[in-house]
């Protein structure tokens, strides 16, 4: 049993290297200049090694999107009750945000080196699985009007493309003023004239 766990924590150790080497990487190299070998050089990895657990970098970056969604949304560590869908996406908008502004120069260095629509699709995709997931095990408002696959697409879509839009315009709005801003939007505040 003792062999067992040394053997699985090498392969926690061993993964874990692979992603950082390659998102150390992505700060200073774009992504479609990064080979195997540099991701394995930099993290002392043996090429061998590599293979056992990716088929390829894109299957590396995949695995290591999918972790940092779960890292920046903590979407399966807690376990909130949202009075409403609005109040779910307010949380997940306050994680995505605030995981930006505490890490502004990391995340800006890796966007302008992986901004590709493959990566664009694999983020949107696994956002929108964690958002029905949040849906559909969310007791206070199980019954909607809105289909769930309808409403997972239409909110991981705004988030996305908000948060792009606000990295593209380097981050010109505070994290508080964003939300406002979607708070806002979610309530159909901007649509109402002043008299």
């Given at each position: ?181 979607l708070d806002m939007l979610l309530d159909e505040a901007c649509f109402k004239t002043e008299k």
């Amino acid at each position: 049993m003792k062999e067992s766990f040394k053997e699985d924590m090498r392969i926690v150790r061993t993964v874990k290297l692979l992603k950082t080497s390659l998102f150390n990487l992505l700060k200073v190299v774009p992504y479609d200049k990064i080979s195997v070998i540099d991701i394995c050089d930099k993290a002392l990895v043996h090429r061998t090694t590599f293979y056992k657990h990716f088929e390829n970098k894109d299957h590396l970056l995949m695995y290591a999107l999918e972790d940092l969604k779960d890292e920046v949304f903590n979407v399966f560590s807690n376990a909130f009750d949202y009075d409403t869908p609005k109040a779910m996406y307010m949380y997940l908008a306050r994680c995505g945000f605030d995981y930006i502004s505490n890490h502004k120069a990391s995340v800006l260095a890796v966007y302008k080196n992986l901004n590709s629509d493959d990566v664009l699709s694999l983020t949107l995709d696994a956002l929108q699985r964690s958002i029905r997931y949040l849906f559909i095990q969310n007791r206070p408002f199980k019954k909607y009007a809105v289909p769930i696959p309808v409403m997972s697409s239409f909110y991981t879509g705004g988030i996305v493309n908000l948060i792009i839009w606000w990295l593209n315009n380097d981050i010109k709005y505070s994290k508080e003023e964003m939300l406002k801003f979607l708070d806002m939007l979610l309530d159909e505040a901007c649509f109402k004239t002043e008299k």
